[in-house]
Structures are given as C-alpha cells and as structure tokens.
C-alpha cells in the first residue's frame, strides 16, 4: 500500500483503538487523507452529501420509525405469546419461542439490534425463570437477532442493493430462506443445549381454544408482514413506499386497534427513531466518502487481485471472502462495512461470475453474523445491556451459537439455490 492509504487507515485504526465512534472516526480518516492528497477538503462534505442523497435510503427511517412504533404498540409481545402456544411443550420450546418470535419481528423491524432487544426483554425473564443459564438466555438473544435483517423487510439489504445497484424487492426475496435457514439451526442447537442441560418441559399442553385466543389477540401484528411484504412483491408500493406503510399502519394498530400508544407517547418515539436514523445516515455518508477515497487510490481492486492471486479455485476464494467478512463483521459496523469493502466485493463477485443476488445474500448474512460476533457485535452489546450480564459470561455460549450460525452461512455460500429457490418460484 501507498504512504496515503497507509496514513488514512491508520488514523481509522488509531482513532478506534482511543475509543472514538466509527462514524467520527471515519470522517477524521477522510481529511487526513484528503489533505495528503493535496485535495480540497470539500471534497469530503461533497462525498457525505452525495452519499446520503440517495432516493432508496427514504425506506430507512420509516422502517426504523415503523418497526419502534410496533414494538411499542404490543406487536412483538403478542407474536410470542403465538409462538409460545406452538413450541411451549417442545423439549428446548422456550428458547425456540424465542427465535420463531425473532423470525416473526424481523419482518417488522429490519433491524438485529431491534429484534434482539424486542424479543429479549420480553423472553429472557421467561427463560431464566424456566431453568436456563442467564449466560445462555443472553447469548441466543444475541444470536437470533441477525436473522432480524435477513427476514425483509431489511435495512442492510437496502443499503447493499444501493450499492450494487441490485433489486431490493429481489433481495428481498431471497433473504427469506436464509433466515429461515438461520432460525432452524438455532433451533436445534437451542435443543441440544436444553437436553443436556436438563431444561424441564412445560406440562401444560395448549387447547384449541388457547391457540385461537392468542391468535385472535396477535392478528395485526401477523398482518403486518403480510402488508408490507405483500405490498413489495404484488407490485402495489415500492420498498421505499412499504416503509411509510409500516409507519402508517404501527400508528393505526398501537392507537386505535391496540391503545398502548398514547398521543403523548409520539414525541418519544419519534425522537428516538430519529437518533438511530441519523446514526445509520451519518454512518451511510461517511462510509461512502472513505470508500470514494480509498477506491481513488485503487486500494479494492488490489486487494481483489490479492485474493484472487491466492488461489483459481471459486471454492478457496469463496471461502476466503468469507472469512474477511467474518472478521471485519466482528470489527465494524454492518452498514460501513459494506460500504467500505464495495468495490473489492464487487470486483470479485464479478469475476467469480457469482450470481449477484446470491452473493448479495452471502454478504449480508455474513455481516450479520459479526453483529453477533465479539468483541464488537453490536446484538452482544444489546444483549448485555439488556441482561446486565458482563460480555465475559455471554462469550462462551454465543462462541457455539456463531459456529451454528457459520454452518447455515456455508450452506448459503455454496448452494446458491437455497437463496435463489423464491425467485424462481415466484
């Protein structure tokens, strides 16, 4: 590498060693290297502005927006008392609630932070309660929560399609069954543990009558999928317009269907969509500055040749992207992170001569995973916070989570067709 590049990465990694947010950090690292290359410095606000003057990121805050009123509305909570009814008496069946409940709130928030914390405060008590480990509790929470930008709607997946110039409602598409794929192996890692941990089932079996009440009580929080997504693909709105349709329809049911919104509420939620949305658009506008910059050097396309110099074999090279992926998923924010690696991924996307929409999948999941991953997964941190239990205690577990996780993760790697399956059907 260049003195340039190696100058502006690392500022990046000096200023994240001190601590300092990424989005800050990678705006110092843009004016270091602008200022090497003897550029204007409005170069970077031109960058910031051009990044976030895209008309596809509208679908972020309304999806921020409509996934906080959800929660808030009762939503989540009445999903898992449905998911309860359906797995209650399975051996494991609590932990299972919990990530068919995640599966169920990743179609609402398109968020893993969200879906973690959502799902969490409402289960975790629950699973502690019923003989599992607080350590453990903690750690699925923090699992299940990347299948929350896998199930569309999904804010990573609008962001990459953004990028690669992709088909959101395709991508859409074909994050289903990696989700589902995602849930099923928790589920049965979530079984193994209870067996051996000697989880006591719950005697009680659920009447019909049971299944219909909860049924009955969670009949627009199952709507609400069915709205949004069925909306994007019968071609009635747009992605971007689904979001204001979730916006619309999380006032209707938390105010007058449901009434555990108050008008004096409103204020609240909002301002707090509206700090989660401003830190993912000022991640976005940076990210896409420090990529210009790093790409003017040519830095991806080397490191493209680099990879593909190792070895011919699609196989190695697949894997290897993904280990990359791992790791800097572990490092650095979702959204930054594909950003910053674009042009590299792209490049060698296309000269694998992998199908994009696929490989889009791959790469999402992938990154979600390091969400989840230490030290820097953001649904760790959420898990912690939401269990006070120190990140030490959640690590052990969660390390045997993730395996399951990367395991469903190859299965997408090299069987394109569990991504692209719906696509064709549909």
């Known amino acids: 590498m260049s003195a340039s590049e190696w100058a502006v990465l690392g500022t990046l990694a000096g200023l994240l060693v001190l601590g300092m947010p990424f989005a800050f950090s990678i705006g110092i690292a843009i004016l270091v290297g602008l200022w090497i290359a003897d550029l204007d410095l409005v170069v970077a606000v031109q960058q910031l502005m051009a990044g976030v003057s895209i008309f596809t990121l509208l679908a972020v805050p309304c999806f921020i927006l409509a996934g906080d009123l959800m929660h808030t509305g009762g939503l989540s909570r009445r999903l898992v008392n449905i998911a309860m009814v359906l797995l209650g008496r399975v051996r494991g069946g609590l932990a299972m609630v919990a990530i068919l409940s995640a599966m169920f709130f990743g179609a609402i928030s398109g968020s893993a ?75 049965t890692a979530a079984y193994v543990y209870a067996r051996h941990a000697g989880v006591p089932v719950d005697p009680a079996r659920p009447s019909w009558r049971d299944f219909a009440t909860a049924l009955g009580d969670g009949k627009w929080a199952l709507l609400a999928p069915v709205i949004i997504l069925g909306g994007i693909y019968g071609g009635v709105f747009t992605p971007t317009e689904a979001g204001a349709v979730g916006v619309v329809y999380g006032l209707v049911v938390g105010l007058l269907l449901h009434r555990e919104i108050r008008p004096a509420d409103l204020p609240a939620i909002v301002v707090r969509s509206m700090s989660t949305t401003a830190m993912v658009i000022y991640i976005v506008g940076m990210s896409v500055g420090f990529g210009w910059l790093i790409g003017l050097e040519g830095l991806p396309n080397r490191l493209g040749q680099s990879t593909l110099g190792i070895s011919d074999n699609p196989v190695v090279v697949l894997l290897l992207v993904n280990v990359l992926l791992l790791v800097v998923g572990a490092l650095m924010d979702t959204i930054a992170a594909m950003i910053i690696l674009s042009g590299f991924l792209i490049h060698v996307g296309k000269t694998l001569g992998l199908d994009p929409i696929h490989y889009g999948m791959m790469i999402v999941m992938n990154l979600g995973i390091g969400m989840a991953t230490p030290p820097f997964g953001y649904t760790l941190f959420t898990a912690a916070a939401i269990t006070d239990t120190p990140m030490e205690r959640i690590v052990p577990p969660l390390l045997v989570l993730v395996a399951v996780e990367i395991a469903a993760l190859m299965v997408i790697a090299y069987v394109p067709a569990a991504s692209t399956i719906l696509l064709r059907v549909l």
């Open 113 to 187: 932070p969200a879906t973690t914390a959502a799902i969490g405060k409402i289960m975790i008590p629950e699973m502690t309660r019923r003989g599992y480990s607080k350590p453990f509790s903690a750690a699925l929470s923090a699992a299940y929560g990347p299948i929350g930008i896998l199930i569309p709607p999904s804010i990573p997946i609008i962001i990459w399609a953004v990028i690669a110039n992709e088909s959101i409602t395709k991508l859409f598409i074909a994050g289903i069954v990696p989700g589902l794929l995602l849930g099923v192996a928790l589920m």
